[in-house]
């Protein structure tokens, strides 16, 4: 069964990034899974660094991006919105050209709190990133 609240299309997550960070970055939402969402970047210009490496910043971009994207699918959202607190990544590995591609799962969902483990790996699966992201729910009146 789908932790989803309603109904979830990589069309509709893909369109939040229009015109925000995650659209300049090209990163698309690809698979919406029962407990999961995966995303791609890829390493041009916009993501590397100036040695010709991803730049960690574009890795930690695309995890805040989909663990942001993650909380939003689970709550009420015309009433509240999942905004990060904190996040953390251990770059493993080097990256130059092709695409990487995020997967964000649970670790925790609690009422005010979600807490996501976020894989991404390279072209050829190996990991390149491990992230841990934490959001927390808050009313959307207490922001605008």
Sequence with gaps: MAIWNGIITTELLNDLNKNSLGGFFEIKFTEIGEDYLKATMPVNNKTKQPFGLLHGGASVALAETIGSVASMCLINRDLFMGVGIEINA??????????????????KIGGKTHVWDI?????????CCVSRFVAMVIAKQKLL
């Design 90 to 107: 251990s770059h493993i590995k080097a990256v130059t050209t092709g695409t990487v591609s995020a997967t964000c799962s649970p670790l």
């Design 119 to 127: 894989k991404i790996v390279n072209d050829q699966g190996e990991l």
